[in-house]
């Protein structure tokens, strides 16, 4: 019986390192995957504004509608109310990376086409492009994070520079953009951990 003990505890540590080492690498791929699609948004952005302002509207435009699309049959029909139980925190960054991609996408690009327009004017050492503006907005988000003041402590400086009300206003409905979706997901991420829970008890 010692022996047929000891042989289950060392399967059950196995299996505990097996699933801790799949968390860590679905973690590192969904991030790769995060940094792929970024740069690939911003090349794709780049050439449809260059051809014209109409296309990357319109793209913008199909972005968001796929995004937030991918958003609703998630909260419709979530995959499996356990797996979103036991694994809450993966399946909310997931979903928050949705969010965060079309804000980004949605407000560089419509910021660019404003600054073509000349309705709004923003300043950089280099040329004003959707990927610079891609850079400005994703500044900002990170600068909205409260207390930690993550640029000032690595002297990072904005990549675009804007004045004016309009700029302004467009970075508070970025932020409006991001904050208000991000609560109603934590709040569906809690509301099927707290069914998991209750399956789990019921098991």
């Known amino acids: 019986m010692n022996g047929k003990s000891t042989v289950n505890g060392v399967l059950g540590w196995l299996n505990h390192i097996g699933e801790r080492v799949w968390r860590i690498v679905v973690i590192l791929v969904s991030f790769l995957g995060v940094v792929a699609a970024s740069w690939g948004l911003r090349y794709i952005l780049d050439m449809a504004t260059k051809l014209h302002w109409l296309a990357g ?12 699309g991918l958003l609703w049959l998630f909260w419709r029909h979530p995959p499996s109310s356990i797996i979103c139980g036991k694994y809450p925190w993966q399946g909310l960054v997931f979903n928050l990376t949705f969010v ?31 990927g610079r503006l891609l850079d400005y907005y994703a500044w900002h988000l990170v600068d909205s994070i409260p207390v930690l003041e993550i640029w000032r ?13 309009w700029v302004g206003f467009l970075v508070l409905v970025f932020r409006v953009l991001i904050i208000a979706p991000s609560i109603a997901l934590i709040k569906r991420q809690l509301d099927l951990r707290a069914k998991y829970v209750e399956f789990s008890s019921i098991l």
């Open 100 to 130: 965060v991609l079309a804000a980004i996408a949605v407000m560089a690009t419509l910021s660019y086409i404003l600054h073509d327009a000349r309705l709004v004017q923003y300043t950089s050492s280099h040329p004003i492009t959707v």
């Open 57 to 68: 509207l319109t793209l913008s435009v199909v972005l968001i509608i796929i995004l937030f």
């Open 153 to 165: 402590v690595f002297d990072v400086d904005i990549p675009a520079k804007g004045e004016g009300f």
